[in-house]
Protein backbone atom coordinates (compact mmCIF):
# COMPACT_ATOMS: atom_id res chain seq x y z
CA UNK A 1 0.00 0.00 0.00
CA UNK A 2 0.91 3.43 -0.97
CA UNK A 3 0.56 6.42 1.37
CA UNK A 4 0.15 10.05 -0.08
CA UNK A 5 0.40 13.36 1.84
CA UNK A 6 -1.29 16.34 -0.21
CA UNK A 7 -0.40 19.64 0.09
CA UNK A 8 -1.92 22.60 -0.98
CA UNK A 9 0.17 25.89 -1.01
CA UNK A 10 -2.23 29.02 -2.47
CA UNK A 11 -1.16 32.13 -3.59
CA UNK A 12 -3.53 34.60 -4.48
CA UNK A 13 -1.17 37.19 -5.65
CA UNK A 14 0.50 35.42 -8.03
CA UNK A 15 -2.66 34.10 -9.20
CA UNK A 16 -1.62 30.49 -8.35
CA UNK A 17 -2.10 27.41 -6.55
CA UNK A 18 0.58 24.74 -5.83
CA UNK A 19 -0.04 21.00 -5.17
CA UNK A 20 2.48 18.98 -3.52
CA UNK A 21 2.70 15.39 -3.15
CA UNK A 22 5.44 13.23 -1.37
CA UNK A 23 4.26 9.25 -1.92
CA UNK A 24 5.92 6.26 0.41
CA UNK A 25 5.61 2.88 0.90
CA UNK A 26 3.74 2.41 3.99
CA UNK A 27 5.87 0.70 5.91
CA UNK A 28 8.97 3.35 5.09
CA UNK A 29 6.89 6.45 6.26
CA UNK A 30 7.43 5.76 9.67
CA UNK A 31 11.38 5.48 9.38
CA UNK A 32 11.13 9.17 7.29
CA UNK A 33 8.80 10.59 10.22
CA UNK A 34 11.12 9.42 12.47
CA UNK A 35 14.19 10.52 11.13
CA UNK A 36 12.61 14.18 10.55
CA UNK A 37 11.59 14.11 13.81
CA UNK A 38 14.96 13.43 15.12
CA UNK A 39 16.12 15.98 12.71
CA UNK A 40 14.34 18.84 13.54
CA UNK A 41 14.91 18.17 17.15
CA UNK A 42 18.48 18.38 17.45
CA UNK A 43 18.39 21.44 14.86
CA UNK A 44 15.71 23.10 18.10
CA UNK A 45 18.11 22.29 20.71
CA UNK A 46 21.35 23.70 18.58
CA UNK A 47 19.64 26.81 18.32
CA UNK A 48 17.37 27.06 21.73
CA UNK A 49 14.58 26.96 19.83
CA UNK A 50 11.15 24.79 20.82
CA UNK A 51 10.59 21.29 19.84
CA UNK A 52 7.65 21.73 17.96
CA UNK A 53 9.49 24.05 15.36
CA UNK A 54 7.23 23.51 11.95
CA UNK A 55 8.91 22.62 8.45
CA UNK A 56 6.83 25.06 6.17
CA UNK A 57 9.01 25.63 3.32
CA UNK A 58 7.28 29.40 2.44
CA UNK A 59 7.78 29.85 6.43
CA UNK A 60 11.38 28.92 6.23
CA UNK A 61 12.18 30.57 2.77
CA UNK A 62 10.44 34.08 3.61
CA UNK A 63 11.62 33.68 7.78
CA UNK A 64 8.37 33.56 9.21
CA UNK A 65 7.31 32.76 12.72
CA UNK A 66 10.19 31.04 14.77
CA UNK A 67 12.24 31.33 11.82
CA UNK A 68 12.84 34.89 11.47
CA UNK A 69 15.76 34.50 13.66
CA UNK A 70 17.82 31.67 12.05
CA UNK A 71 20.40 32.31 9.89
CA UNK A 72 19.54 32.04 6.14
CA UNK A 73 22.55 29.19 5.66
CA UNK A 74 21.17 27.63 8.74
CA UNK A 75 17.84 27.30 7.20
CA UNK A 76 18.86 26.37 4.16
CA UNK A 77 21.26 23.40 5.47
CA UNK A 78 18.15 22.17 7.28
CA UNK A 79 15.89 22.23 4.03
CA UNK A 80 18.79 20.46 2.33
CA UNK A 81 18.58 17.77 4.98
CA UNK A 82 14.45 16.88 4.83
CA UNK A 83 15.27 17.44 0.97
CA UNK A 84 17.67 14.06 1.44
CA UNK A 85 15.41 12.17 3.84
CA UNK A 86 12.77 12.51 1.30
CA UNK A 87 15.01 11.06 -1.93
CA UNK A 88 16.05 8.59 0.54
CA UNK A 89 12.72 7.60 1.70
CA UNK A 90 10.15 8.64 -0.60
CA UNK A 91 8.91 6.76 -3.92
CA UNK A 92 7.89 10.31 -5.45
CA UNK A 93 7.83 13.64 -4.44
CA UNK A 94 5.52 15.93 -7.32
CA UNK A 95 4.93 19.68 -7.53
CA UNK A 96 2.80 21.51 -9.74
CA UNK A 97 1.72 24.91 -10.13
CA UNK A 98 -1.66 25.46 -11.38
CA UNK A 99 -2.33 29.48 -12.87
CA UNK A 100 -5.82 30.58 -11.90
CA UNK A 101 -5.95 32.08 -15.70
CA UNK A 102 -6.10 28.72 -16.70
CA UNK A 103 -9.19 27.73 -15.18
CA UNK A 104 -12.39 28.30 -16.08
CA UNK A 105 -15.81 27.63 -13.84
CA UNK A 106 -13.83 25.45 -11.65
CA UNK A 107 -12.68 25.96 -8.34
CA UNK A 108 -8.85 25.96 -7.82
CA UNK A 109 -8.87 24.14 -4.89
CA UNK A 110 -10.51 21.41 -5.54
CA UNK A 111 -8.81 21.14 -8.62
CA UNK A 112 -5.54 21.04 -7.67
CA UNK A 113 -6.37 18.48 -4.95
CA UNK A 114 -8.55 15.92 -7.89
CA UNK A 115 -5.16 16.70 -9.95
CA UNK A 116 -2.83 15.29 -7.00
CA UNK A 117 -5.16 12.55 -6.33
CA UNK A 118 -5.15 11.38 -10.19
CA UNK A 119 -1.79 11.26 -9.90
CA UNK A 120 -1.43 9.11 -6.61
CA UNK A 121 -4.56 6.45 -8.12
CA UNK A 122 -1.40 6.23 -11.61
CA UNK A 123 1.09 5.48 -9.38
CA UNK A 124 -0.97 3.17 -7.02
CA UNK A 125 -1.84 1.36 -10.44
CA UNK A 126 1.15 0.85 -11.69
CA UNK A 127 2.04 -0.63 -8.51
CA UNK A 128 -0.64 -2.93 -8.83
CA UNK A 129 -1.65 -1.66 -5.06
CA UNK A 130 -3.82 0.64 -3.58
CA UNK A 131 -3.31 4.55 -1.51
CA UNK A 132 -4.24 6.10 1.40
CA UNK A 133 -3.96 10.31 1.22
CA UNK A 134 -3.62 12.25 4.25
CA UNK A 135 -4.08 15.75 3.30
CA UNK A 136 -3.62 19.06 4.76
CA UNK A 137 -6.33 20.22 7.06
CA UNK A 138 -8.08 23.50 5.94
CA UNK A 139 -11.42 24.01 7.89
CA UNK A 140 -12.74 26.51 5.53
CA UNK A 141 -12.14 23.95 2.36
CA UNK A 142 -12.12 20.27 3.88
CA UNK A 143 -15.89 19.80 3.38
CA UNK A 144 -15.78 20.71 0.31
CA UNK A 145 -12.37 19.14 -0.77
CA UNK A 146 -14.25 15.72 0.41
CA UNK A 147 -17.53 16.07 -1.62
CA UNK A 148 -15.04 16.52 -4.62
CA UNK A 149 -12.98 13.31 -4.20
CA UNK A 150 -16.59 11.67 -3.61
CA UNK A 151 -17.84 13.36 -6.69
CA UNK A 152 -14.95 11.74 -8.55
CA UNK A 153 -15.28 8.36 -7.13
CA UNK A 154 -18.88 8.39 -8.83
CA UNK A 155 -18.62 10.37 -11.97
CA UNK A 156 -14.72 10.70 -12.58
CA UNK A 157 -12.68 13.65 -11.68
CA UNK A 158 -12.75 15.41 -15.28
CA UNK A 159 -10.76 16.35 -18.05
CA UNK A 160 -8.83 14.69 -21.20
CA UNK A 161 -7.92 11.97 -18.26
CA UNK A 162 -10.40 11.71 -16.01
CA UNK A 163 -10.33 9.05 -13.07
CA UNK A 164 -12.44 7.50 -10.94
CA UNK A 165 -9.69 7.48 -8.43
CA UNK A 166 -10.44 3.79 -7.84
CA UNK A 167 -6.95 2.77 -6.03
CA UNK A 168 -7.65 5.49 -3.53
CA UNK A 169 -9.33 4.37 0.53
CA UNK A 170 -12.62 5.47 0.22
CA UNK A 171 -11.73 7.85 3.17
CA UNK A 172 -9.44 10.63 2.44
CA UNK A 173 -7.91 11.80 5.92
CA UNK A 174 -7.41 15.68 7.03
CA UNK A 175 -4.82 16.85 9.45
CA UNK A 176 -2.44 19.12 10.16
CA UNK A 177 0.56 19.44 8.43
Known sequence: MLCAAVVESDEPRLSRIAVGILVFEDS??????????????????????????????????HGRGLWHCIPVRRKMWLYSKVLELISMHAERFIIKPIIYAGIRHRDPHHLSFLWGL???????????TTARVVADRKPEAEAGLQSAFERARIIGTGGWRSSSLSRIDQNVSFTES
Open 28 to 61: SIGVFEDQVNQLCAAFSRDLGLPDSIELHGTDIL
Open 118 to 128: ERVDEMAISKN
